[in-house]
Nanobody, 126 residues
Framework: QADLVESGGGLVQTGGSLGLSCGAS????????MAWFRQAPGNERQFVAG????????DYTDSVKGRFTIFRDNDKNTVTLQMNSLRPEDTAVYYC???????????????????WGQGTLVTVSS
């Protein structure tokens, strides 16, 4: 069973920054696209950002473009979501996810991912 372990959530003021990290075993991490999703209270889980196995291609939902950056370190088997200029509407539980198929570009659908982390809470105060 693959394990994705997130860390880095917490409480931050509007305009602040947080970095979320997701670690995995080599077998879990390689060679799969990875993504971050989030789920706010009462809402469905939604795509935030994704990155290909090589790291050459990334994708972001419109509301985070220019504020969030996803990157990965394939030597350390980690994927990071750097979040800047945070807003109260970014408050959610953030989940790391691994693409279901090898080498595939990251999609935005939940069913395109087969392993998920336990989630880490990000709270942005106004």
């Amino acid at each position: 069973q693959a394990d994705l372990v997130e860390s880095g959530g917490g409480l931050v003021q509007t305009g602040g920054s947080l970095g979320l990290s997701c670690g995995a075993s080599r077998r879990t991490f390689s060679p799969f696209a990875m993504a971050w999703f989030r789920q706010a209270p009462g809402n469905e889980r939604q795509f935030v950002a994704g990155i290909t196995w090589t790291g050459r291609m990334t994708d972001y939902t419109d509301s985070v473009k220019g504020r969030f950056t996803i990157f990965r370190d394939n030597d350390k088997n980690t994927v990071t979501l750097q979040m800047n200029s945070l807003r109260p509407e970014d408050t959610a539980v953030y989940y790391c996810a691994r693409a279901r198929e090898r080498y595939r570009t990251p999609g935005r659908g939940l069913d395109e991912y087969d392993f998920w982390g336990q989630g880490t809470l990000v709270t942005v105060s106004s």
